[in-house]
């Protein structure tokens, strides 16, 4: 079975704090993903990687960076955290084909107070 | 209007019904279509994964495809209290980036 593994289940942090979420995945897959959840506006991207050290912008990365130094693992990092970024973050990993659904983790919920 | 649409519930239903959950869509270059349960507190789990037009049966989870009316239906059957979830429906055109699109989800309750 594929598992994803956040590092974090909950998070609280302040306004203007570098926040990073960990994201590990065992099973070798070449993409990942990082998504965030809201109430009635569905999984949106933020970035996605398709290899080491490669980042995609997704549909809304503003506010928002990646770090991907090894395969199994891709990091999302907000610089200067905002109230606007409380959110449930997702992280996913899917293979290296286009047609490959995606397998998520549990999820990090994060407030920004 | 939004690319996907799935009426978010909540839906109710007693256990042993037939859950019919749907999902409609924009994009004509969709292709691949996936159903998620979501529990309270996790992360999504990939329940069925079907390419262009079709059924496809798992247990008491059958998914179908109706690319010509852009129409996406996920049936359970003899539902039980675990079903209990959010169902989201994703879909992909298949495209380099993987740029998945997923619906809202609908909450669904399966009463005992």
């Known amino acids: 079975d594929v598992k994803v593994t956040q590092s974090s289940r909950y998070l609280v942090k302040r306004t203007g704090e570098k926040v990073f979420l960990e994201c590990v995945q065992d099973?070798?897959?070449?993409?990942m993903f990082w998504y965030r959840q809201d109430p009635g506006l569905g999984l949106r991207l933020i970035y996605f990687s398709y290899d080491v050290k490669m980042k995609e912008k997704g549909d809304i990365p503003e506010g928002y960076s990646v770090s991907r130094e090894k395969k199994e693992r891709f990091s999302l990092i907000l610089e200067s955290a905002s109230t606007n970024q409380t959110s449930m973050y997702l992280c996913a990993s899917s293979w290296g084909d286009s047609n490959s659904p995606l397998h998520f983790g549990n999820g990090t919920r994060l407030t920004v107070t | 209007q939004k690319e996907v649409e799935q009426d978010p519930g909540p839906l109710s239903v007693p256990e042993g019904a037939i859950v019919s959950l749907n999902c409609t869509y924009s994009?004509?270059?969709?292709?691949?279509f996936m159903w998620y349960r979501q529990y309270s507190r996790k992360g999504p789990e990939l329940l069925m994964y079907?390419?262009?037009?079709g059924n496809k049966e798992d247990g008491r989870f059958t998914a179908q495809v109706d690319k010509s009316s852009k129409y996406i239906s996920l049936f359970i059957r003899d539902s039980q209290p675990s079903d209990s979830a959010t169902y989201l429906c994703?879909?992909?055109?298949?495209?380099?980036?993987?740029?998945?699109?997923f619906g809202p989800g609908t909450r669904l309750s399966a009463l005992p």
């Open positions: 994009n004509s270059a969709f292709q691949y």
């Open positions: 079907t390419y262009s037009s």
């Open positions: 099973m070798d897959h070449e993409n």
């Open positions: 994703a879909m992909s055109a298949g495209n380099y980036g993987q740029n998945f699109v």
